[in-house]
């Protein structure tokens, strides 16, 4: 049975947590305020919380870490203007937390998913995909056999070099549903 550590209890750590552990997984959460003094149990960790909130995450608990896969679900946008990313250009949040955990596998995973679409299962009659990039093939299967076992769909979206678009595809849906273009029960639904 796969573990996960899950950072975050807000909506997205929620349904996430919940399409994993109806697909037999255990979960267990963690509050941001309770990372300082965290002791990780899960074989995977799971960062559903704001980008700003990361940093101090990482430096309390980079150290267990370690040999872990980590899943960055983070949309690094600037939150007093929804209107930039504050990663580096041609970067990625992803990209950063896996130069802060070398020892890790990083995979950028949920970012371009609202919490109301992970829990129903579906965005429009479509089945909800969850799009997972990142350069470990053993991690990126692993998440993906969870994902499936929950009754989600999941597609490896390439390396994680990939994350740097999933951040612009998120970005974007995100500040459609602020400027209340698409609804936070829609976003973007992947066809086969």
């Known amino acids: 049975m796969a573990n996960y550590t899950i950072f ?12 994993l552990a109806a697909g037999g997984a255990s979960v267990e959460y963690i509050g941001h305020a309770d990372s300082a003094s965290a002791t990780i149990a899960g074989d995977t960790v799971i960062l559903a919380v704001p980008y700003p909130a990361v940093a101090e995450i990482l430096a309390a608990v980079a150290d267990q870490l370690a040999g872990k896969t980590v899943i960055d679900i983070t949309n690094p946008l600037d939150f007093e203007t929804f209107d930039a990313l504050v990663v580096p250009e041609g970067s ?3 990209a950063e937390i896996q130069r802060a955990l070398p020892q890790s596998h990083v995979l950028k995973a949920f970012n371009t998913n609202f919490a109301a679409t ?18 470990s093939g053993d ?6 056999a969870d994902v499936v076992a929950g009754g ?8 994680l070099r ?14 459609l549903a602020v400027g209340e273009r ?5 976003g ?4 086969e």
């Open 188 to 191: 973007f639904a992947v066809a």
């Open 8 to 19: 975050g209890t807000g909506n997205m750590a929620q349904a996430i947590g919940g399409v």
């Open 92 to 94: 990625s949040a992803a």
């Open 182 to 186: 698409i609804s936070w029960t829609g």
């Open 152 to 159: 989600l769909r999941a597609i490896d979206a390439g390396s």
């Open 118 to 135: 992970l829990a129903g299962g579906t965005i429009a009659g479509a089945p909800t995909t969850v799009l997972i990039a990142g350069d």
């Open 162 to 175: 990939r994350a740097h678009e999933l951040e612009a595809i998120g970005f974007l849906q995100l500040t």
């Open 139 to 144: 991690a990126k299967a692993a998440l993906a």
